[in-house]
C-alpha cells in the first residue's frame, strides 16, 4: 500500500484499488507478506521474466491509476500511459475499474503506438463490456502489427 498526498493506492495479488484519503505529508509505504505464504520468489519472477536471466521482460499496468486524472479520453492521456512500455516485450493493459475509454484513448494506445512499437505485446485484461466494445472496434483494424487480447 502506497499513501501519498490525498491518495493511497493498494495492491493484493492481482487488484489495484484507489482511493482518496485525508491529506497527509509525506509518503507512507506498506509491505506485508503472510509468513506461511506458499509463493516462492521464483513463482512472482517467472509472471514477468522471460527466461533464466531475471530481465523483466512482461509488466502489467492498472489503467486505473491512469484514470486518477479523469475519464481516459484523450490521446495526450494514451501517451502517458505508453511511456516506457517499449523496454518490455509484453505489456498487460489491466482494466479493472474501468467502465468506459474514449475512441481517442483507445486508438492512441491500442493503434498507434503498437504500430510504432512492434516488438511490445499488448494484452487486455479485465475489461468490461464497454471497454471490450472499444477494443473490438480497433481490434478490427488490419494494420496492427499484432495480435492484441
Known sequence: MIESGELSV????????????PRRL???IRMEIANDSPRMTA????????GDDYVFYKTRFFLSLAALEGSLVSRSQAKRVTARFEEFGEVELDFIGIESIGQAFADELLRVWPLAHPNTKLLVANADDAVLKMVGHIKGRSDLPQMLQ
Request: net charge negative; glycine share 8%.
Open 10 to 21: 493498494s495492491f493484493a495479488y492481482d487488484r489495484c484499488d484507489v482511493r482518496s484519503i
Open 26 to 28: 509525506g509518503t507512507l
Open 43 to 50: 513463482q512472482l519472477f517467472d509472471q514477468f521474466c522471460g
